[in-house]
């Protein structure tokens, strides 16, 4: 008898998985929005330099008569972001007047920043413009260091402590650290913050997943899963809407922290993964989590019936394998294993780098910023409809493998759309984004589904620390394109269809249940129990009562 069994004789996908799973979803909606916000807090206005303190009226007046006469034009008629004449040059403003080899030097006496669309940003803040450029990007590195280290402490400690604790430790920092960004006044103290806002960042998405799987019938975890990527296209378009309407990016930061607040109030109310606390000797504890579950969903009677002897019996020969304390070798140490790991560390490299490559810098797109963020995230919802349709008919790894070699390919053919059609290149990047995101959050279910209980988290933590280092590489890959603009396009494209191909060599979890221990895992390829049971019930959403089909409830 196998876990899920159980869940299923106390009532399946029933009104508990889904309030469970809705609770742990909302916090991944604005955890999307953490990800993506210094697209609008780092935001660069156009600027030029101000004019020199010893020439008053140089200084106050910024028309654009007097603007030609402290700083020089581009090619392109518009304002030198980075430099001024030494000496305001009064005759340029004569119509018949050029100039040509007038003495220049940079911004001295700071810039002048366009607020129309933007009242304040850390770049106009801090002056993060010209040759301090390079601090803006150092602060999105530093938050992607912080989602590295998070991925990894946070991956081992679950396995440890429980997925409950260290989920509702990583609520309660971001929601401080999130505050504590807003507050400081500098940009040290800025980097320091998103550095440990970033570590949250892994705490709440693996824990959040692991939790939703485990307590979840085999029936409902492909849409489960799922249901975490459009969490992360409506905190897209949540952030897109809360960052018209709060320019500021002070108050910014404050609103979309302040609700993790609530989120690690509530988050007591979660019971911890009775798999994980049978696995670990707490099976009474188990079995008063597995009752509360009974009466939520309608089954009091099966829930009273059930003691440690009975729920442990469903997973026994799991539990007398179980080691006591596991590293990191485990991922490595078996053959099955060892596959496992390899293969994903190339897919999560390759998918992280190529999305983040594509999606967090959206201001080089020329449109409105508010404008593609909306297009990115929507592009995500029938891009992962379609997903969510092949991973219960077709399968796993094929629905993986298909989207990550879509993304390639068509990042690789926007190399030969002309410059000048950039909504076309604008269209097709985001294409592009929506197969890596849909790509993305179907390898989260599969690494779930492919790892034991006994290391799914460390498993997942580990991956996840491969996608982290793909996002610290993808700004590295983009400047390669200083030196030829083909680097790029071909470093994103490249990977992806790698990640794909590598996909090909994992085993397909479709319609099996969780393995609970690496011993577990070995004997299943061995005997080649992997292999679909003919007799296995179909992969369809059996919600309680409804009886609704698969396709509907994924709509």
């Known amino acids: 008898m196998a876990f899920t069994d159980l869940l299923d004789s106390l009532g399946g996908v029933g009104r508990f998985q889904l309030i469970y799973t809705a609770l742990l979803l909302l916090p991944c909606s604005l955890l999307a929005c953490h990800n993506f916000l ?41 304002p030198e972001p980075c430099r001024r004449f030494t000496e305001p040059q009064w ?61 990894a402490v946070f ?31 500098s940009f040290s103290a800025y980097c320091i913050s998103r550095f440990l806002m970033g570590m949250t960042f892994s705490g709440i998405i693996l824990n959040s997943l692991s939790l939703v799987v485990e307590w979840m019938p085999t029936q409902g975890r492909t849409v489960a899963g799922v249901l975490l990527g459009y969490s ?43 798999r994980w606390l049978l696995l670990h000797g707490k099976s009474q504890l188990a079995v008063e989590n597995l009752r509360k579950v009974a009466v939520m969903n309608g089954r009091a009677e099966e829930g009273e019936r059930l003691t440690k002897e009975v729920v442990s019996s469903y997973i026994q020969s799991e539990i007398a ?29 390759s998918n992280s780098m190529a999305y983040y490559g594509l999606a967090m810098d959206l201001q080089k797109f020329g449109l409105s910023i508010y404008l593609v963020q909306v297009l990115f995230g929507v592009i995500d919802i029938p891009a992962m409809l379609v997903a969510t349709t092949t991973m219960i008919y077709v399968g796993r790894r094929a629905t993986v493998a298909s989207f990550l070699i879509l993304a390639g390919l068509m990042v690789i053919v926007n190399m030969f759309v002309p410059e000048d059609m ?25 690494t ?42 071909i470093g994103f494209g490249a990977t992806s269809i790698l990640a794909g191909l590598a996909v090909c060599f994992l ?26 049971d003919p007799e296995e019930k179909r992969e369809e959403i059996s919600l309680q009562q409804l009886g609704a089909s698969p396709l509907k409830e994924t709509i």
């Open 38 to 78: 210094q697209n609008f807090t780092a935001a660069v206005p156009h600027h030029h330099c101000r004019g020199p303190t010893n020439h008053t009226a140089a200084t106050t007046n910024t028309s654009g008569a007097w603007l030609r006469a402290i700083v020089p034009l581009d090619q392109l008629g518009a």
């Open 91 to 151: 005759a340029l403003l004569s119509p018949n007047t050029s100039a040509h080899e007038l003495a220049t030097e940079g911004c001295k006496d700071g810039w002048v920043y366009d607020r129309s669309v933007f009242p304040s940003t850390i770049v106009m803040e801090w002056d993060l413009v010209c040759e301090a450029r390079p601090l803006r990007d150092l602060a999105q590195s530093i938050y992607m260091a912080g989602v590295l280290v998070g991925a």
């Open 155 to 185: 991956g081992s400690l679950a396995d440890r402590l429980g997925r409950k604790g260290p989920l509702v430790w990583s609520y309660l920092q971001l929601a401080v650290s999130g505050v504590a960004t807003a507050y400081f006044g």
């Open 232 to 274: 992360f296209t409506l905190g897209q378009l949540i952030l897109a809407g809360v960052a018209y309407l709060i320019r500021p990016w002070r108050w910014l930061q404050l609103a979309v922290s302040i609700p993790f607040l609530i989120f690690f109030l509530y988050s007591w109310w979660l019971p911890e993964s009775s």
């Open 321 to 349: 394998s179980v080691r006591t304390s596991n590293s990191i070798l485990d991922l490595f140490r078996t053959p099955a294993i060892r596959k496992v790991t390899c293969c994903l560390m190339v897919v999560w490299f």
């Open 422 to 446: 950039q909504t076309l290149r604008t269209a097709q990047a985001a294409l592009g984004k929506g197969c890596l995101a849909s790509s993305f959050i179907c390898v989260y279910l599969f």
């Open 448 to 489: 779930g589904e492919l790892y034991p209980t006994e290391i799914r988290q460390m498993g997942m933590g580990f991956a996840s620390v491969n996608a982290r280092f793909g996002g610290l590489v993808a700004p590295l890959v983009t400047t390669l394109g200083e030196f030829s603009t083909i680097l790029p396009p």
């Open 507 to 532: 085993a397909e979890t479709r319609n099996a249940p969780l393995v609970e221990t690496i011993e577990a895992m070995e004997r299943r390829v061995k005997e080649g129990l992997s292999r679909k």
